[in-house]
Structures are given as C-alpha cells and as structure tokens.
C-alpha cells in the first residue's frame, strides 16, 4: 500500500480557475495568467472551446456534465506532479467546482497548494446588462434540485421572497427541469406584486448570442417560454424600479439608498 501524499511529497499545484461569463475580454489577468502557467487543463468541453486560444501546447482533458466528482478527482491526481488548472464558468465558488475540489483535495492530498482564482459569476454579468438591479442586498439560488432537495429549495425560496429583496436565479430551466421556475415564481406571487420588474439574460457576454428582456413577476408567471437553460433571471425587490427612456424600458435599477441621506 502507498503512503498518503504528504507536503513534502506533493510538488504540484491546482488551480480552480474561474472563467466568467464566457467572452476572454471577461476572464481575469490572474485566471488568465493560472491557465498560461499551467501544464495540464481540465474542464467541461463548453469551458474549454472558450478558451482555446490559451491552451497551445497544454495537456488539455474534456470531461462532459454530470461527471463533477471524477473531474475533480482527476485534477487532484493530475496534481501531485504538475500545475494543473481546473476550469469552471463563472465563478468557481459560486455553483461551480471549488467545493467539491477543495473537498478531495483534502482528502487524498492534504499537503497540496490549492488555489482558487475568482471570476466574474452569471449573476453580476447579468446583472450589469440590465443596469443595476443588484445594488443593494439580494439573495442568489439555483433552482437545480439534482444536488438539492426541492423541499428545501421552495423553503429557501419562500423566505427569499418574504424579506423584498432582489433575487438571482441560477438555473431556471433544463431539459429534466421544466417546472421549477413556474413554481418558484408561484411562491414569489404569494408575497410580491405582480408588477415587480424582472430581468430575462440569455447568454451574458457571448457575443451575438446575448439578449435580455424586461418584464414582469406576473407576467413571467402566465408564460416564462423565453426562459431557458442559458438564461439567468434576475426578480426585483420592494425598490426596485424600471429605468426608462420616455415610453422605453432601457432596464431596472435597485437605488442603493441614497436618496435617504442625499439630495440629488
């Protein structure tokens, strides 16, 4: 039996590299830089096209969607004798690989240099093509309930919609998902009017393929066709409001509240 890797014996490093809304303008100096220094790269294929133009003359390793687990396992092992970067789109602490990374990387190398290099996540990208409608305190969930329970989702999702703050949601729709959103904005109608504006962004920072709709709580409710798994929905809070042009909606802001204190 091999002994467990120890820090003297683990010489490698891992990088969990963020790699944001997809657009290379969007990836930052230090992922950029993680990935350029690194021998092997790993990821989901749909990361990795994005950044071709970076991985010349690396180890590049495809893995696909729902095999997380042993793309970490294999980063982890990849490691202990290279400089190994992990991709995951967005931010890698948010809904992505750092967790399940770190957790091996505990695990069945304890003594390794782990490092999670952050990026910009679906949110925030979404959010600066609708204006401002996160500038104050918001809430952020996924509607994926493969790794979690429904039941707990509409918990959260309740108590998300009872505090009137603005909401992010990841994961609105797959193709085993249909439903959920329908049932998340059900709940949402139960404590916000439905006149509450609402954000539709369907791949942020992708070029031609980026597009946003403003419309509203009801209104998503009676038909959310538009949305699907590309998309990321951002529903307001009490004082969020439309950002208009005349009769043009141009997007929606949330004030941060300094109307409170300033005169302007």
Do not use: C
């Not at 997809?22 to 294929?45: W, Y």
């Not at 493969?146 to 707990?152: A, G």
């Not at 949305?227 to 009769?247: N, Y």
């Amino acid at each position: 039996m091999s002994p467990s890797p120890s820090q003297d014996d683990v010489s490698g490093r891992l990088f969990v590299v963020s790699t944001g809304p997809g657009d290379l303008d969007n990836l930052t100096p230090l992922a950029r830089r993680a990935i350029l220094e690194s021998d092997v790269v790993i990821g989901n294929r749909f990361y990795l096209d994005q950044l071709m133009p970076l991985l010349e003359g690396k180890r590049i390793i495809h893995s696909s969607m729902g095999h997380e687990v042993e793309r970490a396992r294999e980063a982890v092992l990849l490691a202990r004798g290279s400089k190994v970067s992990m991709v995951s789109g967005g931010d890698a602490g948010v809904y992505g690989m750092a967790s399940i990374v770190l957790e091996l990387a505990q695990k069945e190398a304890p003594g390794m240099k782990v490092k999670i290099v952050p990026g910009v996540t679906a949110a925030t990208a979404a959010a600066s093509i609708l204006g401002s409608p996160l500038s104050s305190d918001f809430l952020v969930i996924s509607l994926s309930d493969l790794l979690t329970p429904w039941e707990v989702i509409e918990r959260r999702l309740d108590l998300g919609f009872q505090m009137g703050i603005p909401m992010a949601v990841y994961n609105p729709r797959s193709r085993n998902r249909q439903g959920n959103l329908k049932k998340a904005l059900e709940i949402g109608l139960r404590h916000a009017r439905p006149d509450t504006p609402v954000g539709i962004v369907r791949n942020a920072y992708r070029g031609e393929e980026e597009s946003f709709t403003v419309t509203d709580l009801g209104s998503l409710y009676e038909d959310d066709s538009e949305v699907d798994m590309h998309s990321m929905v951002i529903i307001g809070g009490e004082g969020t409001k439309l950002m208009k042009e005349g009769e043009n909606v141009r997007g929606i802001i949330t004030p941060r509240g300094y109307h409170r204190k300033y005169v302007y």
